[in-house]
């Protein structure tokens, strides 16, 4: 095993099946396998899931919504599907635990960064809701920040793609997947797989980002094994 510990990014939208909306059943069931065969090998894992499919903060003030507020929804919604997961890692015989960066006991713990990591350590699945507790922020923010405070090895965010590409390979056939990137590249090329903060933050703590494929089963098994089957973006 590569990483002892790692922070896995997944978004919403991957939650939400084929239409990147609701929740998937089978994605989330899915998702509860990989993981619990890591944590069993050994893996500590922290996870952040994003709401967008339930609500997308960014840009719901174009739609006629106050951008805080609109935000603190976004938040609510990770911690609907935080809630989900859980449910399904406890089926999938994982001990796992939601925290949320703010006071909503007793849907979830408050998150204290102590407490989650002795919770890693005792092999729980600690999931992280609420993005930062903040407007104005991803939670791809909240998944470097989470993943420097935990002294994380790596984070890994899982898409519905293997890695990054010059443009998306959904929509361009044409796309070239990177193998290797460093951050100023990232942002250099404005790829879009992590907003810049969240680029920062990971390139000023030298916390790497691999992108790979959580779709695919057993491939978060294979990245935490060392295997290269998605994009490695570090300085």
């Keep these: 095993m590569k990483y002892k510990r790692i922070l896995l990014k997944l978004s919403g939208e991957s939650a939400g099946g084929s239409d990147g909306t609701?929740?998937?059943?089978?994605?989330?069931?899915?998702?509860?396998?990989?993981?619990?065969?890591?944590?069993?090998?050994?893996?500590?894992?922290?996870?952040?899931?994003?709401?967008?499919?339930?609500?997308?903060?960014?840009?719901?003030?174009?739609?006629?919504?106050?951008?805080?507020?609109?935000?603190?929804?976004?938040?609510?919604?990770?911690?609907?599907?935080?809630?989900?997961?859980?449910?399904?890692?406890?089926?999938?015989?994982?001990?796992?635990?939601?925290?949320?960066?703010?006071?909503?006991?007793?849907?979830?713990?408050?998150?204290?960064?102590?407490?989650?990591?002795?919770?890693?350590?005792?092999?729980?699945?600690?999931?992280?809701a609420g993005g930062t507790g903040n407007p104005f922020f991803t939670t791809d923010t909240a998944a470097a920040l989470r993943a420097v405070e935990l002294n994380c090895d790596v984070l890994l965010k899982g898409t519905r793609v293997d890695g990054v590409y010059t443009a998306d390979p959904e929509k361009d056939p044409a796309a070239v997947r990177y193998d290797n990137l460093t951050f100023r590249e990232a942002i250099e090329k404005n790829l879009r797989v992590m907003d810049q903060t969240a680029f920062s933050m990971c390139s000023e703590n030298r916390m790497p980002v691999i992108v790979f494929d959580m779709n695919r089963d057993g491939n978060l098994e294979a990245v935490i094994s060392g295997s290269r089957c998605g994009t490695l973006i570090a300085l």
């Design 22 to 128: 609701g929740l998937d059943s089978d994605v989330l069931a899915g998702y509860a396998r990989q993981i619990h065969k890591v944590v069993s090998s050994g893996c500590q894992v922290a996870v952040v899931i994003g709401g967008g499919n339930i609500f997308r903060g960014l840009g719901s003030s174009g739609e006629g919504y106050d951008r805080v507020k609109g935000d603190q929804m976004g938040m609510l919604a990770t911690v609907i599907n935080s809630l989900a997961l859980e449910s399904f890692l406890v089926r999938a015989g994982c001990s796992a635990k939601v925290f949320t960066s703010i006071r909503m006991e007793p849907v979830g713990e408050l998150y204290s960064r102590d407490k989650v990591s002795a919770a890693l350590d005792c092999g729980c699945v600690c999931i992280l």
